[in-house]
C-alpha cells in the first residue's frame, strides 16, 4: 500500500478494523485513518504498568473529542477494549514500566523497548478481532523515526500478520499507515485526514511524552521537551510547519 493514500481500495469499505490505540499522536492519527477507510472500527488498548497513566486517561477523552469532530468518526467509531497486560511489566525490566533513567544498552537499543511488546499487543489484538468479526488490525509502528525496536519493522509485522492468519485460520490484514513516514508527514497525514481541526485536537488532547509530563503545552503538545519522544514530536512539528509554509509560498 501507499501510505499516504487516504482512498480505501476496493472492498476494503466493508471491513471492520481493530486500532491499537494508546492515545498518543501515532496512533491517533491511525485511528482517524482507520475510521475514514473503514465501515466500522474499535480500538484496543494495553494496561501493562505503564510508569505513567496520563497516557491511558488521554485514550478516553482522545475518543470522546474524535466522536465530537466529524461525523463519519461518531458513526463508524464502536466499543473500546482495554486489556490489562500488567505480566508484561512484572517480566520486563526497562524504563517504561520501572523508575529508571532512559539510556541504551549495549545491544544499542533504548531501555525504553518492551522485549516482544508490539507481537503480544498485536496477538491480544487479533483475539479480539476474531470475537468482533474484525478482519484489519491498524497499529502506528513505523521504521522511519523509530529507535530501532525490531518489533516496530515491516518485516516482523509482515511475517506475524501471516502467523495470526494461519494461527486463527481467518485471513488477518496488519496495516502500518505511518511506517515509510517521518514524523512531519504524520502531522501532514493528520491534516489530510481531518484538517487543522483534527491536527489540533491531535496536538493538545494526545500525551507522548516517557516522562509522563502533562501540564506545560508547548507548541507542539504537551510534554516534558527533553525526553526522546518529546524531542522527536516537537521537530517532527516543525518540519511539519516548513512544509507548509513552503506549500503556501
Ligand atoms: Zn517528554
Not at 12 to 20: E, F, G, Q
Not at 154 to 167: F, Y
Not at 211 to 240: K, N, T
Request: with cysteine; proline share 3%; aromatic share 8%.
Amino acid at each position: 500500500m501507499t501510505t499516504n493514500d487516504i482512498r480505501p481500495a476496493a472492498g476494503t469499505r466493508d471491513r471492520k478494523a481493530i486500532v491499537l490505540f494508546s492515545g498518543g499522536q501515532d496512533s491517533t492519527t491511525c485511528l482517524a485513518w482507520a475510521l475514514r477507510r473503514y465501515r466500522a472500527v474499535e480500538t484496543v488498548g494495553f494496561d501493562y504498568g505503564q510508569r505513567h497513566s496520563v497516557e491511558l486517561a488521554c485514550r478516553m477523552k482522545v475518543l470522546a473529542r474524535l466522536r465530537e469532530l466529524d461525523g463519519e468518526f461518531a458513526e463508524r467509531l464502536g466499543d473500546d477494549h482495554m486489556l490489562d497486560m500488567r505480566s508484561l511489566g512484572t517480566i520486563s525490566d526497562c524504563s517504561l514500566t520501572r523508575e529508571k533513567a532512559i539510556a541504551f544498552e549495549k545491544n544499542g537499543l533504548p531501555n525504553t523497548f518492551v522485549p516482544a511488546r508490539n507481537l503480544l499487543f498485536f496477538t491480544y489484538a487479533a483475539a479480539v478481532a476474531y470475537r468482533r468479526d474484525a478482519s484489519v488490525l491498524v497499529g502506528g509502528m513505523c521504521e522511519t523515526d523509530f529507535s530501532g525496536y525490531p518489533d516496530c519493522r515491516d518485516n516482523t509485522l509482515k511475517s506475524l500478520q501471516v502467523a495470526l492468519s494461519l494461527g486463527l485460520d481467518a485471513p488477518l490484514v496488519i496495516e502500518t499507515p505511518l511506517m515509510w513516514l517521518d514524523k512531519g508527514e504524520t502531522w501532514e497525514l493528520a491534516h489530510e485526514l481531518g484538517g487543522d481541526a483534527l491536527v489540533e485536537l491531535i496536538r493538545t488532547e494526545t500525551h507522548t511524552c516517557y516522562m509522563g509530563v502533562h501540564d506545560v503545552l508547548h507548541d507542539w503538545g504537551y510534554g516534558c521537551g527533553e525526553c526522546p519522544a518529546c524531542r522527536l514530536r516537537a521537530r517532527g512539528w516543525q518540519e511539519y510547519l516548513e512544509r507548509r509554509a513552503g506549500a503556501k509560498s
